[in-house]
Nanobody
Framework: QVQLVESGGGLVQAGGSLRLSCAAS????????MGWFRQGSGKEREFVSA????????YYANFVKGRFTIYRDKAKNTVYLQMNSLKPEDTAVYYC?????????????????WGKGTLVTVSS
């Protein structure tokens, strides 16, 4: 059974940084993309970022480009999201996700598997 466990959320002031982690288990994740979505209060879930199994390809939503960096440790089956220059509008529950097709994330705004989420709160 696939499990995605997020950690690293918390409260930070605007302009600050946080690093989210997602540990994956339960299957072999070669050829799977791993990524992050977020859902703010009263808002729809939206794609944030994704990375290929090799780490050679990364994808970002326009609203995080230049501020967030995604990377993975294949040996640990863990993906990270380094978030810098955080803004109050980044406040949301951040969900880890994994899928075989990148379009599932970037176009369909979906995924094959989901974590339970970690809350990020950015104060002004």
């Amino acid at each position: 059974q696939v499990q995605l466990v997020e950690s690293g959320g918390g409260l930070v002031q605007a302009g600050g940084s946080l690093r989210l982690s997602c540990a994956a288990s339960g299957r072999t994740f070669s050829n799977y993309f791993m990524g992050w979505f977020r859902q703010g209060s009263g808002k729809e879930r939206e794609f944030v970022s994704a990375i290929s199994w090799s780490g050679g390809s990364t994808y970002y939503a326009n609203f995080v480009k230049g501020r967030f960096t995604i990377y993975r440790d294949k040996a640990k089956n863990t993906v990270y999201l380094q978030m810098n220059s955080l803004k109050p509008e980044d406040t949301a529950v951040y969900y880890c996700a994994t899928t075989r097709l990148i379009a599932t994330m970037t176009v369909a705004q979906g995924s094959d598997y989901w974590g339970k989420g970690t809350l990020v709160t950015v104060s002004s």
